[in-house]
């Protein structure tokens, strides 16, 4: 991707309808097992520091918690009625700190019912979680919004074939099966679409209509498989 510039239902959490105290102040309800696995979509050493940590943008009334690392993107919905569009970028040493402390705070054995709360000031830049003692933050400077990147829907299907890093895919198969109540592992998994002129990889899971994942494909013209692979 150019410059990222039911049983299976998602971990419910105490207010699934997340709040807000005005239009620059968002309170988010995360489920603590989508904050924490997230992470491995970032990139540590990146030069853009948004992408060191998350990104949280709001389009149409809903946030988008995202990380990217370049190369894979992926994605949570949570609803934000009332507020207006923007985006913010959440710095990796704040995002570290609470993963700690709920950590230590919370059993093992109870994470996964427990949501993390998040709030965001955009008009102070500030944002703090409710973990231990409080955890506060100042947002990242120069931050940009990840949903641009997305492909147009108008493009869906347009490829025949698409070749895609099985490394990369495994990711968000991981990602789900954390994020996911179900215990089946053999429940989890999800579609991929190749979208655009560049066959980026729209990936979608049936058990969270909340999440999506975006995936850069290799660059290779045509199929690479044996002609023995095929029935003549």
């Given at each position: 991707?150019?410059?990222?510039?039911?049983?299976?239902?998602?971990?419910?959490?105490?207010?699934?309808?997340?709040?807000?105290?005005?239009?620059?102040?968002?309170?988010?309800?995360?489920p603590f097992p989508v904050w924490e696995n997230l992470f491995a979509f970032t990139?540590?050493?990146?030069?853009?520091?948004?992408?060191?940590?998350?990104?949280?943008?709001?389009?149409?009334?809903?946030?988008?918690?995202?990380?990217?690392?370049?190369?894979?993107?992926?994605?949570?919905?949570?609803?934000?009625?009332?507020?207006?569009?923007?985006?913010?970028?959440?710095?990796?040493?704040?995002?570290?700190?609470?993963?700690?402390?709920?950590?230590?705070?919370?059993?093992?054995?109870?994470?996964?019912?427990?949501?993390?709360?998040?709030?965001?000031?955009?008009?102070?830049?500030?944002?703090?979680?409710?973990?231990?003692?409080?955890?506060?933050?100042?947002?990242?400077?120069?931050?940009?919004?990840?949903?641009?990147?997305?492909?147009?829907?108008?493009?869906?299907?347009?490829?025949?074939?698409?070749?895609?890093?099985?490394?990369?895919?495994?990711k968000f198969e991981k990602l789900l099966g954390k994020t996911l109540l179900t215990?089946?592992?053999?429940?989890?998994?999800?579609?991929?679409?190749?979208?655009?002129?560049?066959?980026?990889?729209?990936?979608?899971?049936?058990?969270?209509?909340?999440?999506?994942?975006?995936?850069?494909?290799?660059?290779?013209?045509?199929?690479?498989?044996?002609?023995?692979?095929?029935?003549?």
């Amino acid at each position: 991707m150019p410059t990222f510039g039911t049983p299976g239902s998602r971990v419910p959490t105490s207010n699934r309808e997340n709040t807000m105290t005005n239009q620059t102040t968002l309170h988010l309800d995360i489920p603590f097992p989508v904050w924490e696995n997230l992470f491995a979509f970032t990139a540590p050493k990146d030069l853009r520091l948004p992408l060191r940590g998350y990104v949280v943008e709001v389009e149409a009334e809903h946030a988008y918690l995202m990380a990217s690392d370049g190369a894979t993107l992926a994605a949570f919905r949570f609803p934000a009625a009332g507020h207006k569009d923007g985006h913010c970028a959440i710095p990796r040493v704040f995002i570290e700190t609470t993963i700690a402390g709920v950590r230590v705070q919370i059993p093992a054995r109870d994470r996964k019912l427990y949501p993390l709360r998040l709030e965001v000031d955009r008009a102070n830049e500030t944002c703090r979680a409710d973990t231990l003692n409080g955890i506060s933050s100042d947002l990242v400077k120069g931050s940009f919004g990840l949903l641009r990147v997305r492909p147009s829907s108008a493009l869906r299907n347009a490829h025949e074939r698409a070749h895609y890093n099985f490394n990369l895919l495994a990711k968000f198969e991981k990602l789900l099966g954390k994020t996911l109540l179900t215990k089946d592992k053999d429940e989890v998994f999800a579609y991929l679409t190749p979208y655009g002129k560049d066959a980026t990889g729209v990936i979608a899971s049936p058990w969270d209509e909340n999440f999506f994942g975006l995936v850069m494909p290799l660059l290779r013209d045509g199929s690479t498989a044996p002609d023995f692979a095929f029935r003549s």
